[in-house]
Each structure stands twice: as structure tokens, then as C-alpha cells.
């Protein structure tokens, strides 16, 4: 990194106020980094060359920088995501300007500086950043992101409630219900305000785990009704973001008609089909909100049809649906997991989707019901359309059949739309006998005449008008000396950069010393569990993430000994099978034990199924780390489970005979 000036300071409420100016210097192994520009009352204050956004957004706040000034928004994130976290870094009174955009047309920032009079053969990314400064001080160019702000509202457990025992599972039912009675408190309050929001939470044995509010509002206008707590068991964290928007975006084509699949919660379950249940998009997102969801939808086209099998249907989705101004769509019946398992299953054969989750999959069930249930109207379209030739589009056919026209009513409309379009495209033609009058004839050239002259009159006045308001910016430019940027001084340049090597030194060094503390302390913890180990007090479990044939594949030998199965909602059943085959003594669920799904066919091939919660456990390096007993319990259940399959074994063999 290089320096090519040092900060001075000057006053902050200096009436000129202070901008910056950035320009792309490299993007190298996914880093960009800038060159950059402050300016403080028509001086430059500081300017750097090779430096990241962090420098950036350090200045912004330390200098109360009015705008932020680019000449090509890509060149800042190449996402609305990363334009989002960038955003939410800066204060709120830095706005964003792009400096070659008029009218919402962007210019070629060369071209502009050549109108002025500015030669560009030589044009730097510092210079650049100097003029981008310069003119968004003299109130060039347009605002080109809109910040939306929201507020989240977490609330969570403080202590980790892991350890078994009676005690235990009492204080978590305790702490449970506080989160159940704060939650419930602070919806009362929001509920009463009128504030827009979105409620995701997880529900627990007497309670809740956790829950996060999205306020659709600012976070100073819940300064009085929702307050941050830390206490000892159950604290609520208050935090604000920004959703950005940009006011420049170029105007898409008719959006695809979609069907989707919702799965709300936790974690959300997208899942979208176009008209034909083709699979375009599936997938799952921790702590989705329903605008991230509404933003990822876009991306793919325009929903007529929001599917969810969750009933009573949570708001959020009725919101999504209205938004869309879409038809929500339930199933008549409640969907049994066997019969998700099933539907998912055909399209994992046929290609359509890679791998899925519990979430996904409630996801692409309800979308694929939806589908099915205005699937014979839509394949009646086809058939209607190649019967009779007619060349419309058979997409607009089907979104207005699923709006709920007939067949016939949706063909009408759309040839009615067509119709006018085409009416309006139509010239009308005067008939040659009016034409002979020449009195009309004459009047018909004088009104042309007329309107030639004053389209070139119009012209010439906006031409007029362009050079008056560029002579008028180069006298300015002029005036603030920017055709004559003056020599830097080299020792003092030289020195700044040896400054800001040896402070970026230092950063790198405290990170490497907190790196190694951090391995240190893990060393440190692995080796006493080690020797807990050693002397018998704990045993060390290899976790699986979900019975899947991939995990399985990386596990080391675990013949009799115990595993932990993260997720066992989620398997497939060939890897069942190879688990069987690699005979561990037992496994370990995190929850309650269920005699369906796969609990009961791992005990069925043999291997006893345990509950976490009912031992005292610690967590490290990809491992559990298990008081003893578990062992005991595991070949106590073992032998009996084995007793158990070989006396069904024995009651089929003498009902045989």
C-alpha cells in the first residue's frame, strides 16, 4: 500500500464541507483497492493510492464527508449484498453520487472532462478521484443508492444450557419461558406503534430458543418502546441495518411468470418452478427475512402463484404473495413427511435438483402441489394453442388462467392486448381526394415547415444552453486552480507512506499474536480433554452433519465405538445402509428419540440410538467429547436391542413351523 499525501486537519463545520473522490486502482485476487481523494473547502486535504474500502469508510466518518463520489457504482461492490454491508458502515449523512449520471443517463466520465477543457491522455485513477471530488463539490452528478433501514431485535439465551441433569433441564425450561415472555412483550409493544415487522423464532420444550424481530423501521424510532438487556440468563440486542437500492438500474424485460415454493422459519426453504414445473432455483437460508426473500425471488422473474403447505399461513408469506400480487396457493390437505420424502425423491432422480434439506423440501412439495393443481388447465393451453395455430404467447395464456380466467376468457384477453398494441403502431393515411385540395395542401407544408424550423430551433437553444452551463464549470475549474495540481512534496509523501507500512506492520503483526493466542487456548483445551480421556471420564464422538453418503465417506473407522448425527432429519437411505456396515456400537441424536424415521431403521439393522440431552458433553476440533456413561448405556442398549431383534427372530421362526 502507498500514500501519496498526508491529512491535514482542518476545521469540520468548514461552510465548503468535505467530499471524496475514488477511483478503481487494481482488483487483484478478488481485493479491490482505490485510489482516493478527500476534499475540505475546495483543498485537498489527503490523498492515497492502493488502498482499501476500510480507509475509506474510516475518513468518511472521521471527516463528516457529504459524498461519496464514483463514476461507476460496479466499481464499488459488485453485489447489492456487498453494496449493502458497505453502506451500513457509513454514516448516515454520506451519500453516494455518481458523478458522470444526468437525468438518469450516464455519460463517459472522459468525455465530460474533455468538454470542460481537461485533458484525459494522461488520466491517472488519482486524478481521477481528484476531479470526481471537485465536481461532486460543485454539485455535479446524481444520488445513485437509497438506503432503507431496518432494525433487528435479537433475543437470546446468554449461557450455554448443555449439561444434563435435573437441574439443568429445569433452569432451561425457566430461561425458555422468559424468552416466551419477553418476545411476547416486545410484539405487544410494536403491535401497539403500528411498526411494520417480521417475526423468525425457534420453539422449545416450554418456550421459545431464540426469536429475531425485522422492524421495518429505523433503529432511533424504537429508542422508547424496545430497550437492549443484558441480563444473567436472556439478553435482547438491538442493531440497525440497511437494505440499499439504487435509483440507476436499467429498466428489464417483462418478468418470467413463476410458481414458488416458501418453507418459512429459522431458516427459510426456497424452492421456484417456472409455468411447465421445471425446477429454476432451490435452496435454504439461515435467518432469511421476507425482503431478502422477495430479492432473491426477483432475480428469477415474478411469482403469479406463492405456495406454503404451513398452516394457519404465517404472514410473512401472505405479505410475499401480496407484494407479487400473486394467488397463494395451500394444499387442501396436510402433506405427510413420507409423502415430501417422496415427491423430492423424483425429482433428485430425474436431475432436476442435487441435494435438499428438510426446509427445501417442504419448500419444493408445496411448490410442486401448486403446480399439480393448475397443471391440466396449463397442459389444455398447449394443446388449445397448437390445434389451432394461433401465434400468441402461450406464458401470458397460462399466468391469466392461473389468475382465474377460463380458457376461453384468457385467449380473448390476450388477443385484445395484442390487438391494441397493434392499433397503436397504426398510421393514419389521408385519402387522396382530400389530398387534392390544395388549399389543405398548402396548409399540410406550412405546418410542416413550421415544425422542422422549430425542432431545429429547439436544438440549437439546448446547444446554446450545454455550452453556456460548460463554460460556465471550465471558469469554475479554473478558478480552483484544477488545470494546475500542484507538486506534492517528496519527503513529505515519502515519509507518510513509511508511516502507514509500519502501522499496516503492526496491524498484521497484533492479528498474528491473536491468531496464535487463539490456537494456544485450543491446544490447551484439547489437551485436557485428552487427559480426561486418558484416565476414563469422557469418551471422544466424530460428528456427522446428516447421514449422507459424502459424510460417510470422510468418517474415520468407527467400528464399536459411538457417533453423533448433527441432523437426522435429513439421511439418505443407501447411507443408512453403509453406516450398518460399518457396525458402530452406537449413535447419538441431539434431541428426544422418535421410534420413526431414522431411529427406526438404524435400531431395526441393530445399532441403538441415543439422546444427547441426556449427557453432560463439551464440543472441539470436529468431536464431542462424552461422559463415559454413554458407553455403558450404549452396550446396555446394544444387548438388549439385540435381544429383542433375535426373539422376533425366534417368534417368526416357530410361527413358521
Given at each position: 500500500m502507498t500514500t501519496s499525501d498526508q491529512e491535514q486537519r482542518v476545521p469540520k463545520d468548514a461552510s465548503g464541507g468535505c467530499y471524496i473522490g475514488i477511483d478503481l486502482f487494481k482488483y487483484e485476487g478478488g481485493r479491490r483497492t482505490y485510489s482516493v481523494v478527500l476534499l475540505c473547502e475546495g483543498k485537498v486535504v489527503s490523498k492515497y493510492d492502493d488502498v482499501g474500502l476500510e480507509k475509506v469508510i474510516r475518513l468518511c466518518w472521521?471527516?463528516?464527508?457529504?459524498?461519496?463520489?464514483?463514476?461507476?457504482?460496479?466499481?464499488?461492490?459488485?453485489?447489492?449484498?456487498?453494496?449493502?454491508?458497505?453502506?451500513?458502515?457509513?454514516?448516515?449523512?454520506?451519500?453516494?453520487?455518481?458523478?458522470?449520471?444526468?437525468?438518469?443517463?450516464?455519460?463517459?466520465f472522459r468525455e465530460m472532462l474533455r468538454t470542460m477543457g481537461i485533458p484525459t491522455a494522461q488520466l491517472t485513477p488519482s486524478k481521477t478521484a481528484y476531479y470526481l471530488a471537485l465536481l461532486a463539490s460543485m454539485g455535479v452528478g446524481e444520488e445513485v443508492v437509497k438506503k432503507e433501514a431496518r432494525t433487528k431485535i435479537i433475543v437470546r439465551k446468554n449461557r450455554n444450557l448443555s449439561s444434563g441433569g435435573m437441574s439443568s433441564n429445569r433452569y432451561k425450561r425457566k430461561v425458555r419461558t422468559?424468552?416466551?415472555?419477553?418476545?411476547?412483550?416486545?410484539?405487544?409493544a410494536l403491535d401497539s406503534s403500528g411498526f411494520d415487522y417480521e417475526l423468525l423464532y425457534r420453539k422449545a420444550g416450554g418456550g421459545l430458543d431464540g426469536a429475531t424481530f425485522t422492524v421495518f423501521a429505523p433503529r432511533e424510532s424504537l429508542e422508547n418502546i424496545v430497550k437492549p438487556k443484558t441480563g444473567t440468563s436472556v439478553s435482547v440486542e438491538i442493531r440497525p441495518e440497511y437494505k440499499v437500492k439504487l435509483l440507476y438500474e436499467e429498466k428489464v424485460k417483462e418478468a418470467k411468470p413463476l410458481i414458488v415454493g416458501i418453507d418459512p422459519g429459522m431458516t427459510y426453504g426456497i424452492a421456484i418452478l417456472d409455468i411447465d414445473g421445471n425446477v429454476i432455483y432451490i435452496g435454504s437460508w439461515q435467518r432469511m427475512g421476507?425482503?431478502?426473500a422477495v430479492e432473491l425471488i426477483e432475480k428469477y422473474g415474478k411469482?403469479?402463484?406463492?405456495?406454503?403447505?404451513v398452516y394457519p399461513v404465517p404472514i410473512g408469506v401472505k405479505k410475499i404473495a401480496s407484494q407479487f400480487g400473486a394467488e397463494l396457493y395451500v394444499p387442501d390437505r396436510v402433506l405427510t413427511v413420507e409423502e415430501k420424502r417422496n415427491i423430492i425423491e423424483k425429482a433428485l432422480e430425474k436431475g432436476e435438483i442435487v441435494d435438499s434439506d428438510s426446509h427445501m423440501r417442504d419448500a419444493y412439495a408445496a411448490a410442486y402441489m401448486a403446480y399439480k393443481a393448475f397443471s391440466k388447465k396449463?397442459?389444455?393451453?398447449?394443446?388449445?394453442?397448437?390445434?389451432?395455430?394461433?401465434d400468441i404467447p402461450a406464458e401470458n395464456v397460462k399466468k391469466r388462467i392461473i389468475g382465474g380466467s377460463s380458457l376461453a376468457d384468457a385467449v380473448e384477453e390476450e388477443l385484445k392486448a395484442y390487438l391494441s398494441s397493434v392499433n397503436k403502431s397504426i398510421k393514419i393515411v389521408v385519402s387522396p381526394d382530400i389530398r387534392k385540395d390544395e388549399k389543405y395542401r398548402r396548409e399540410t407544408?406550412?405546418?410542416?415547415?413550421?415544425?422542422?424550423?422549430?425542432?431545429?430551433?429547439?436544438?440549437?437553444?439546448?446547444?446554446?444552453?450545454?455550452?453556456?452551463?460548460?463554460?460556465?464549470?471550465?471558469?469554475?475549474?479554473?478558478?480552483k486552480g484544477v488545470l494546475q495540481l500542484n507538486k506534492e512534496d517528496y519527503y513529505a509523501r515519502e515519509l507518510h507512506r513509511l508511516k502507514e507500512m509500519i502501522a499496516e506492520a503492526e496491524r498484521t503483526l497484533k492479528e498474528k499474536e491473536n491468531e496464535l493466542e487463539s490456537i494456544s487456548s485450543e491446544v490447551q483445551k484439547l489437551s485436557s480433554l485428552l487427559q480426561r480421556i486418558s484416565r476414563g471420564e469422557i469418551v471422544a464422538v466424530p460428528i456427522v452433519p446428516s447421514l449422507t453418503k459424502s459424510n460417510l465417506s470422510i468418517l474415520p473407522n468407527v467400528n464399536g465405538r459411538i457417533v453423533f448425527i448433527e441432523n437426522p432429519d435429513s439421511y439418505q437411505r443407501e447411507a443408512v445402509e453403509d453406516i450398518k456396515n460399518m457396525r458402530p456400537l452406537s449413535v447419538i441424536f441431539p434431541g428426544p428419540i422418535s421410534n420413526k424415521g431414522l431411529a427406526s431403521l438404524l435400531e431395526g439393522g441393530g445399532i441403538p440410538v441415543l439422546s444427547l440431552s441426556d449427557y453432560v458433553y463439551e464440543r472441539a476440533s470436529g468431536f464431542l467429547f462424552v461422559n463415559s456413561k454413554v458407553e455403558e448405556d450404549a452396550v446396555k442398549k446394544k444387548m438388549e436391542l439385540e435381544k429383542k431383534l433375535a426373539d422376533k427372530e425366534k417368534d417368526k421362526i416357530l410361527s413358521m413351523l
Open positions: 472521521e471527516w463528516e464527508v457529504s459524498k461519496l463520489a464514483i463514476d461507476n457504482i460496479a466499481e464499488l461492490a459488485e453485489s447489492k449484498l456487498e453494496l449493502g454491508r458497505v453502506v451500513s458502515l457509513l454514516p448516515e449523512k454520506t451519500s453516494i453520487y455518481q458523478i458522470n449520471l444526468s437525468h438518469g443517463r450516464e455519460k463517459d422468559a424468552i416466551l415472555q419477553i418476545v411476547n412483550s416486545i410484539k405487544e421476507r425482503l431478502d411469482p403469479i402463484v406463492v405456495a406454503t403447505d396449463l397442459t389444455e393451453v398447449n394443446k388449445y394453442l397448437e390445434k389451432t395455430g394461433l407544408d406550412n405546418v410542416d415547415l413550421i415544425r422542422k424550423e422549430n425542432m431545429i430551433l429547439a436544438k440549437r437553444i439546448e446547444s446554446l444552453e450545454e455550452e453556456i452551463r460548460r463554460k460556465e464549470r471550465e471558469l469554475e475549474l479554473y478558478k
